[in-house]
Nanobody
Framework: QVQLVESGGGLVQAGGSLRLACAASGSITATNTMGWYRQAPGRQRELVATITSRGNTNYADSVKGRFSISRDNAKNTVYLQMNSLKPEDTAVYYC?????????????WGQGTQVTVSS
């Protein structure tokens, strides 16, 4: 059984920083993509950032230059360093792990952690 546990969310003033962490437990294949998604009230879930097992990263345009994603493969943990936070970053942030085979895609999700940025 795979479980993802997020931590690091909280309340911060605009311009501040937060660091999110997500620890994965269970049998995760070596080849995988870990990432962060977020969902604000009344809005669709959106991709924030992803990182492959080889270290290739992808960021949403809205966070590029402010957020940085990283991972520790030995600990099966992915991090999201969030700097220069804006009120529009307020959302529930969800950790995601995706594994792929030639024909199969599997997704695992954490419970989410609230990030609130005050103005």
């Amino acid at each position: 059984q795979v479980q993802l546990v997020e931590s690091g969310g909280g309340l911060v003033q605009a311009g501040g920083s937060l660091r999110l962490a997500c620890a994965a437990s269970g049998s995760i294949t070596a080849t995988n993509t870990m990432g962060w998604y977020r969902q604000a009230p009344g809005r669709q879930r959106e991709l924030v950032a992803t990182i492959t097992s080889r270290g290739n990263t992808n960021y949403a345009d809205s966070v590029k230059g402010r957020f940085s994603i990283s991972r520790d493969n030995a600990k099966n943990t992915v991090y999201l360093q969030m700097n220069s936070l804006k009120p529009e970053d307020t959302a529930v942030y969800y950790c995601n792990v995706q594994t792929k085979t030639i024909v199969t895609v599997r997704d695992y999700w954490g419970q989410g952690t609230q990030v609130t940025v005050s103005s």
